[in-house]
T-cell receptor
Framework: DAGVTQSPTHLIKTRGQHVTLRCSPISGHKSVSWYQQVLGQGPQFIFQYYEKEERGRGNFPDRFSARQFPNYSSELNVNALLLGDSALYLC??????????????FGDGTRLSIL | LAKTTQPISMDSYEGQEVNITCSHNNIATNDYITWYQQFPSQGPRFIIQGYKTKVTNEVASLFIPADRKSSTLSLPRVSLSDTAVYYCLVASSGNTPLVFGKGTRLSVIA
């Protein structure tokens, strides 16, 4: 079975632009979460979606938004990009949201570089 | 803030057993302890999860004392390919996201 897939794998943008990152969860998984990982740090939680509804939001500005589609895939949008948005953006899926004892399965991320 | 504390780095020779201890003094009744492994330029990969006592799978063992305020990930006979960052997390049921710390950078030396 395919794991969590993310696209694109790498992306270069300039300050002020916007970006859309995409994630396809493991088949049968209904929960998708997004994380930002800056070099040398652990992943930081951005959003969680379950059954197309936002279930959690981390401490990120309103420039960050996301949505989940009927097929459970998800998009993360970031507007007005800043240099500090350069990071690895990770998507994780699990069978159902809101349970800490449900292991999350991560994709290999999108490496976003802001020039 | 991460709910856990673990060593920043560890070194080991190939073939040795590696034990990484994690402190989680404020663990809640509903919290599970979960460990992830991350290689460079890859997403974290689930290794093992437990609630109390001992859990073992084909990759590792997880030891949790009765007070659950700490846990130890044990990797038997490590190889060079086990060089990675290991994250210890506690997560409860309910709508709580995973909170990662900086993890433990394990370097396996030939």
């Amino acid at each position: 079975d395919a794991g969590v897939t993310q696209s694109p794998t790498h992306l270069i943008k300039t300050r002020g632009q916007h970006v859309t990152l995409r994630c396809s969860p493991i088949s049968g998984h209904k929960s998708v979460s997004w994380y930002q990982q800056v070099l040398g740090q652990g992943p930081q939680f951005i959003f969680q979606y379950y059954e197309k509804e936002e279930r959690g939001r981390g401490n990120f500005p309103d420039r960050f938004s996301a949505r989940q589609f009927p097929n459970y895939s998800s998009e993360l949008n970031v507007n007005a990009l800043l240099l500090g948005d350069s990071a690895l953006y990770l998507c994780a899926s699990s069978f159902r949201g809101g349970d800490g004892n449900q292991p999350q399965h991560f994709g290999d991320g999108t490496r976003l570089s802001i020039l | 803030l991460a709910k856990t504390t673990q060593p920043i780095s560890m070194d080991s020779y190939e073939g040795q057993e590696v034990n990484i201890t994690c402190s989680h003094n404020n663990i809640a009744t509903n919290d599970y302890i979960t460990w992830y492994q991350q290689f460079p330029s890859q997403g974290p990969r689930f290794i093992i999860q437990g609630y109390k006592t001992k859990v073992t799978n084909e990759v590792a063992s997880l030891f949790i004392p009765a007070d659950r305020k700490s846990s130890t990930l044990s990797l038997p006979r490590v190889s060079l390919s086990d060089t990675a960052v290991y994250y210890c997390l506690v997560a409860s049921s309910g709508n709580t996201p995973l909170v990662f710390g900086k993890g433990t950078r394990l370097s396996v030396i030939a």
